[in-house]
Nanobody, 121 residues
Framework: QVQLVESGGGLVQPGGSLRLSCAAS????????MAWYRQAPGSQRDLVAI???????IYADSVKGRFTMSRDNTKNTVYLQMNSLKPEDTAIYYC???????????????WGQGTQVTVSS
């Protein structure tokens, strides 16, 4: 089994910054990719950013230039630095990972429990 644990959410004023973390632990041979999604009340869960094993990243248009996703392979951890936050960034942020668990268990998708980000004055 693999666990994804997010942290770093909270309440911030518009224009402020937050840094989210997502740490993967458990039966991990390698990590194909990790991603951040977000879900606002009454809305679907949308992709925010994704980082491949190569380190290349893709961002949603709504966060380009404001959010930066990075990874620390030694810790199986990814980060989402969120700057110039707007009220419309308010959502629960979820971490997702595709984990290679080796020859017998193959590749599995895992989700974290989510962390609340609220942008409000």
């Amino acid at each position: 089994q693999v666990q994804l644990v997010e942290s770093g959410g909270g309440l911030v004023q518009p224009g402020g910054s937050l840094r989210l973390s997502c740490a993967a632990s458990g039966s991990i041979f390698s990590i194909d990719y990790m991603a951040w999604y977000r879900q606002a009340p009454g809305s679907q869960r949308d992709l925010v950013a994704i980082i491949a094993s190569s380190g290349s990243t893709i961002y949603a248009d709504s966060v380009k230039g404001r959010f930066t996703m990075s990874r620390d392979n030694t810790k199986n951890t990814v980060y989402l630095q969120m700057n110039s936050l707007k009220p419309e960034d308010t959502a629960i942020y979820y971490c997702k990972a595709q984990i290679n668990q080796g020859r017998y268990n193959g590749r599995q998708i895992y989700w974290g429990q989510g962390t609340q980000v609220t942008v409000s004055s």
